[in-house]
């Protein structure tokens, strides 16, 4: 009796436990940005489009370093779009988190140049 409560107390912790890397890896992003529903183009862009602003907060909080520019006519229908030509390139990142694929998609997409890394007067 003792080994089947064990047993059971075991897969229950299994079922709850926390175990997070990520809430999208990049194939799970892909695919809501390559689908044809409204509301999966939509999660892309809006997760591209956080991603996108927490770099850039962490950035303005002096966290990490600029690492990509994004023009002022950049939009969020060509962050998905970046995002999508990006994955389809580096098949081999979309097992982790999206996170990571979204901002290198960003890196190559969107180059700085050196006045643009300069902080403002």
């Given at each position: 009796m003792?080994?089947?409560?064990?047993a059971?107390?075991?897969?229950?912790g299994?079922?709850?436990?926390?175990v997070?890397a990520g809430?999208?890896?990049?194939?799970?992003?892909?695919?809501?940005?390559?689908?044809?529903?409204v509301t999966?183009?939509?999660?892309?862009?809006?997760y591209?489009?956080?991603?996108l602003?927490?770099?850039?907060?962490?950035?303005q909080?002096?966290?990490?370093?600029?690492?990509?520019?994004?023009g002022?006519?950049?939009?969020?229908v060509?962050l998905?779009?970046v995002?999508?030509?990006?994955?389809?390139?580096?098949?081999?990142?979309l097992?982790y988190?999206?996170?990571g694929a979204?901002?290198?998609?960003?890196?190559d997409?969107?180059p700085c140049?050196?006045?643009e890394?300069?902080?403002?007067?």
């Amino acid at each position: 009796m003792a080994c089947r409560i064990l047993a059971i107390t075991l897969l229950m912790g299994t079922l709850v436990s926390p175990v997070r890397a990520g809430f999208f890896t990049g194939e799970q992003l892909l695919a809501k940005c390559a689908s044809d529903e409204v509301t999966h183009q939509l999660a892309c862009v809006f997760y591209l489009a956080g991603t996108l602003d927490a770099s850039d907060t962490h950035h303005q909080w002096g966290d990490i370093e600029q690492q990509f520019c994004v023009g002022a006519g950049v939009n969020i229908v060509n962050l998905r779009r970046v995002f999508a030509l990006y994955a389809v390139d580096h098949p081999e990142e979309l097992q982790y988190p999206a996170s990571g694929a979204a901002l290198n998609a960003f890196i190559d997409a969107f180059p700085c140049v050196e006045e643009e890394l300069q902080a403002p007067d």
